[in-house]
DNA sequence: ATTGGTGCAAATGCTTTGCATAAAG
DNA sequence: CTTTATGCAAAGCATTTGCACCAAT
């Protein structure tokens, strides 16, 4: 993969960002140092970036899709009114009403686990590739 | 919630349906019943249905939402590549390449634990809605 | 020099909405 | 009879793509 100066300060300013940003919102933000660039540069590198698992692309929450320059591994909880993300710091716990909360003072409902994999259809399709 | 026809065949359809549709394939279904039934109905219902509790709506995964008739509490198996999802049925296991292999075929790389609540600001306005 | 990346604008495709009509309670 | 839902077509909006030009190796 390439280094060039778009690739490399999306990449920079999602590190930088902890609020898990749309596309448009670190479109935003890349366009103050660099005023030029277009929004499907945006796109096209954080779809790039995503698939060499630099970044992470999350697909929970709203119509829009969020970008996460941290890999490292950690829970998130997602507002299911507006679709902020944030991580989860604390271990969430019941308060007296029975809710959930955590420190970021969520108020947290529900939790999900999730599996990601290929199914066997597509498996057979890797394999047919690489022979 | 008014009970109509179309919403009573849409949820029947989905709950007979173990493949987690996207709203268009049940579309596809239930038109065979109701051959005169808009797209259109097929969302709004799906939006309400969910609202209530009735179904849970899939976000992850592809551009296309999913949904599911089953709401007692299950995980699901997401195909990275083709977006298909499954109910996992087995605790995952790891075999002898170090991947995780679950009972319906899926090689399994990753799994993401999330939670679902409301942010202090739309509790904020939550609480402003009510008072 | 060659390959991959960018910017722009147009296209795509899933989902939502406005409106007149129809059905439910 | 009043309210809510439907069907249709049009609009919306996030994302993707074609293409000519540009930059990295």
Redesign the pocket.
């Known amino acids: ?7 490399e300060i999306i990449l920079e300013e999602l590190r930088r960002l902890k609020s898990h940003p ?3 919102e670190l479109y935003e933000v890349v366009k103050k140092r ?1 005023p ?6 945006v ?3 954080l ?2 970036l995503s698939e060499a698992g630099m970044i992470h692309k999350l697909e929970y929450g709203g ?3 969020r970008f996460d320059g941290d890999v490292t591994p950690h829970c998130h909880v997602v507002c299911v009114k507006c679709g902020r993300v944030s991580d989860v710091e604390t271990v969430p716990e019941v308060d007296a009403e029975h809710l959930v909360v955590d420190s970021r003072g969520y108020k947290i409902f529900d939790g999900v686990i999730q599996f990601e994999g290929l199914c066997p259809k597509c498996q057979l399709l890797e394999e047919k590739k690489i022979n």
């Open positions: 993969m390439r280094i060039t100066n778009q690739r749309t596309a448009d660099l030029r660039i277009s929004i499907a540069t796109y096209r590198n779809e790039r119509r829009q899709k």
